[in-house]
């Protein structure tokens, strides 16, 4: 395999399958069955997963709740989904742990980065429940945080297109897809990878990030194998 260990983000969307709210069990099953996968060959995993499907701080302060206040049901939102793929992993037989950035130690440890990195080396997998754990941040920059604590090779952001293109492909079906670019031609561009925080923290610390289609079978297994798939940001 490509890389020894990873951070996978997932986004709370991506668990609504083809629902307009909510946990798709069908969608979890399948992600949890593509992550067995890559443990089997020794690869270590670590999770960090959005809340979008449930509550976005964003949007509620969009109807008038106070911002922070949405935040925080969006992170809890967040830890609501790490329960249910780490129920979804531990039904395929995968041992998991989820660590949360906000203290709710009766569902889940809370974020002690030795722990973590001891869990990844048993093989288990690390879900990253509760995003930073501060207002204003988004579960991307609590990806590449992570990422970046643990020491992984690279994040892998699974999403609904298989890569960065130069024009959004799903309105204009001229697009081309790259399947290399650097950090500082994204930003030249204007091409949205990651929001911008998150997207800088990566780059000034070097972390490679491939985004690429979560939902086609096989493709996670397929991009630690080294296999053309997506697109990788480098330096
Ligand atoms: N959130 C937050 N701090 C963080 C991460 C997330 O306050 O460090 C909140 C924020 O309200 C956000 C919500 O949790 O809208 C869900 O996260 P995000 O929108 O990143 O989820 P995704 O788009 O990946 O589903």
Redesign the pocket.
């Given at each position: 395999m490509k890389y020894k260990r990873i951070l996978l983000?997932?986004?709370?969307?991506?668990l609504m399958g083809d629902r307009q709210y909510g946990i798709d069990p069908d969608r979890l099953r399948e992600y949890a069955q593509e992550i067995k996968e890559i443990t089997k060959e020794g690869v270590e995993v670590a999770i960090v997963?959005?809340?979008?499907?449930?509550?976005?701080?964003?949007?509620?302060a969009s109807n008038g709740m106070d911002r922070v206040q949405?935040?925080?049901?969006?992170?809890l939102?967040?830890v609501i989904n790490g329960l249910a793929l780490q129920s979804a992993l531990e039904n395929e037989g995968v041992p998991t742990r989820l660590q949360s950035?906000i203290k709710i130690n009766e569902v889940a440890e809370p974020f002690i980065r030795r722990r973590a990195m001891r869990h990844l080396e048993k093989g288990r997998v690390v879900i990253f429940g509760?995003?930073?754990?501060?207002?204003?941040?988004?579960?991307?920059?609590?990806a590449v945080l992570r990422a970046i604590e643990v020491e992984a090779n690279v994040i892998l952001k699974g999403t609904r297109v298989d890569g960065i293109y130069n024009t959004d492909p799903e309105k204009d079906n001229t697009a081309v897809k790259f399947d290399n670019i650097s950090f500082d031609d994204v930003l030249r561009k204007g091409l949205k990878v990651m929001d911008t925080t998150a997207f800088t923290l990566s780059q000034e610390n070097e972390l490679p990030i491939i985004v690429f289609d979560m939902n086609k079978k096989g493709n996670l297994y397929k991009v630690l194998s080294g296999e053309n798939v997506g697109t990788q940001v480098n330096l």
């Open positions: 983000k997932l986004s709370g969307e991506a997963i959005g809340g979008g499907n449930i509550f976005r701080g964003v949007a509620g949405g935040d925080h049901m969006g992170m939102a967040t950035a509760g995003g930073t754990g501060n207002p204003y941040f988004t579960t991307d920059s609590a």
